[in-house]
């Protein structure tokens, strides 16, 4: 299997995507003092609560009262600050969805929304906080920037870019800690293009988040059954700018795959499915929730249980191929 | 209303601003009457006498250090639109684009279209008080000694998010807030105490940690006093300004059907001979 090696790392270690992001705000508000950081009361399990040790007069706890710390968060914006918003992403986006629309998205507003326990892998809570509709809804509103990270070195690099360019911005953090997919030196986060991370030929895998390093394990497996797998990665689906790169993809390969840690509606396999119905029509085969609520239960085993561990998608692409 | 506003009566300014939301929603054919008069004179003090904010807005020097008002019940936008446009904000013969395509006076106040004068886009309710929280925030942080007004309506005070905004303003000591509420008992569906009583409201707010005075909301006087009191004030301050929704016009008073209706040709005449 052919790797981009310049930019990947071959034995990654595992590290906790939250801290990335607590470690890159205290950073951010060293360089900026216009960098405050509201939070709902999960200040150390998203760990806003290094800024707040930092920089305790610029972060804000609203307590447990999301849709005023949205609206606060639209406030300080006004009056020019660079407002970091956290909490759960079951609490961050449906929660105070009328909140982010009108005053966040319509007056597009400079507020930064990082939601940490996104997707199924909360795990043991179960389906009241297992967020599997929140990149849907995020996806949905005009002028909505939205990225999701796939490791503790792309967190970073999505948090310092989402500081430095303007407008609402929503970035899905994951619970789990993962294994570091990206090689700190040499990747740098960039929204224009999606990341080739294997040359394939057989199908394309588009991904992103915490199903990436699930996806190349995946390809490895099928590469021992002689199919070359090619995976896409693509953080940022909105603004989407690696339609082009997709397209290609999908021209050589003939069929494409999406896999996320989301429903099927509205994530990234809408998006592919958008981009190709409109450009280049393919089969597509969408793994992700399949229009359910989640469960209790370990990590891995809701992974394997929702059909998002490499073993799976590996059993799942074979048969897409068959087809 | 024709020349500078400092050679009119408080009543002539107050009568043109009714007679332009009027002649606004009636050539619109849409809009909300009874909230928007109920206000005039709320809006007409805090703009003539309380706030300081320059007409040549962001081309002032003082931009920065302007008061800042947010009109959290957005529906009320023509009196709003009215005032900023009879003050010099932007050009009164703008009102009549009020709520048409391509117009800057959208339906609910927008900072979209770059409007003179507007601060927040509002119009979903129970978000003008988080938001004006948020402002006061950065405002401390930046030793800005500029206040943030924020205008509620009461039938708004019973959105949730509006107790933990209140809940938060007394938490973080926000003495850089004073919080009107356009208290005209009225709303879509019939009066606020058979829709969902808000109580003794005054109580409430001073249990949410709040300095409250009530006031009659029409009377000049005394919402120039309550909101001297209140620009002083070092505690989040609140004003319940008793109002009546339609004031002004005889039948539009304290009639929920005006809420959101406009008056037709005959309507509208009889209206302006009211406030001649």
Not at chain 2, 27 to 44: N, T
Not at chain 2, 46 to 66: A, G, H, M, Q
Request: glycine share 8%; with cysteine; hydrophobic share 40%.
């Amino acid at each position: 299997m052919i790797i981009n090696s310049s930019f990947l790392k071959t034995d990654g270690e595992v590290k906790s995507p939250r801290s990335a992001y607590g470690e890159t705000l205290v950073e951010l508000g060293e360089k900026n003092k216009n960098i405050v950081v509201l939070d709902a009361d999960l200040s150390c399990s998203t760990q806003t609560c290094m800024f707040h040790k930092k920089f305790p007069e610029r972060f804000f706890n609203s307590g447990i009262a999301e849709q005023d710390m949205m609206t606060t968060a639209a406030g300080l914006a006004l009056a020019g600050k660079i407002p970091f918003v956290s909490t759960f992403a079951m609490f961050a986006t449906a929660r105070c969805l009328d909140q982010i629309r009108n005053s966040i998205c319509y007056p597009k507003l400079n507020v930064k929304i990082v939601a940490t326990h996104g997707g199924i892998t909360v795990g043991e809570d179960g389906a009241s906080h297992q967020a599997l509709e929140d990149v849907s809804f995020m996806r949905s509103i005009p002028g909505m920037t939205v990225i999701i990270p796939s490791d503790y070195y792309e967190v970073k690099e999505a948090v310092r870019y989402a500081a430095n360019t303007d407008g609402p911005f929503y970035i899905r953090v994951s619970r789990t800690n993962l294994k570091t997919v990206f090689d700190e030196s040499n990747y740098k986060f960039d929204p224009k293009n999606a990341v080739k991370i294997t040359d394939g030929k057989d199908v394309t895998v588009v991904t992103n988040g915490e199903t990436l390093i699930e996806a190349i394990n995946a390809a490895k497996m099928l590469e021992a059954d002689g199919i070359s797998a090619e995976i896409l990665h693509t953080p940022q689906i909105k603004p989407f700018f690696a339609a082009d790169d997709l397209v290609q993809s999908a021209k050589k390969t003939g069929k494409v795959v999406t896999v996320e840690n989301h429903s099927i509606i509205g994530g990234i396999g809408s998006v592919v499915c958008e981009t190709l119905s409109e450009k280049h029509p393919t089969p597509v085969l969408r793994i992700g929730t399949n229009d359910v609520f989640g469960q209790s239960g370990e990590q891995r085993v809701l992974m394997e249980q929702y059909g998002l561990t490499s073993e799976k998608l590996y059993e799942k692409i074979k048969a897409f191929l068959k087809k | 209303m024709n020349g500078n506003i400092k050679d009119i009566s408080f009543k002539e300014f107050t009568n043109t601003v009714r007679g332009d939301i009027l002649k606004m929603i009636h050539g619109a054919k849409s809009g909300h009457p009874g909230g928007s008069l109920s206000c005039v004179e709320i809006l007409s003090v805090l703009y003539t006498k309380i706030l300081n904010v320059p007409v040549e807005w962001k081309k002032s020097s003082d931009f920065n250090k302007r008061d800042r008002f947010i009109l959290s019940k957005g529906h009320a936008s023509a009196c709003l639109y009215s005032v900023l446009a009879r003050l010099g904000f932007f050009n009164p013969e703008e009102l009549m684009t009020f709520r048409k395509f391509g117009s800057r006076l959208q339906g609910h106040p927008s900072t979209r279209y770059g409007l003179e004068g507007i601060e927040a886009s509002t119009g979903s309710l129970g978000q003008g008080l988080s938001m004006a929280s948020g402002v006061a925030l950065g405002l401390k942080l930046d030793k800005n000694p500029a206040k943030v007004y924020v205008l509620m309506g009461d039938g708004e005070m019973q959105e949730g998010s509006v107790w933990e905004a209140l809940m938060a303003i007394s938490h973080r000591k926000l003495d850089n807030i004073v919080v009107i509420v356009d208290r005209n008992n009225l709303q879509i569906d019939g009066s606020c105490d058979d829709v969902k009583s808000l109580g003794c409201l005054d109580k409430k707010l001073e249990a949410f940690g709040f300095e409250v005075q009530t006031v009659d909301g029409h009377s000049e006087d005394e919402l120039t006093k309550a909101l001297s009191t209140a620009k002083a004030s070092n505690k989040p301050f609140a004003i319940i300004a008793n109002t009546i929704k339609g004031k002004g016009i005889s039948f539009m008073e304290n009639n929920a059907g005006w809420h959101g209706k406009a008056p037709k040709d005959a309507e509208l005449e009889a209206a302006m001979e009211e406030i001649k």
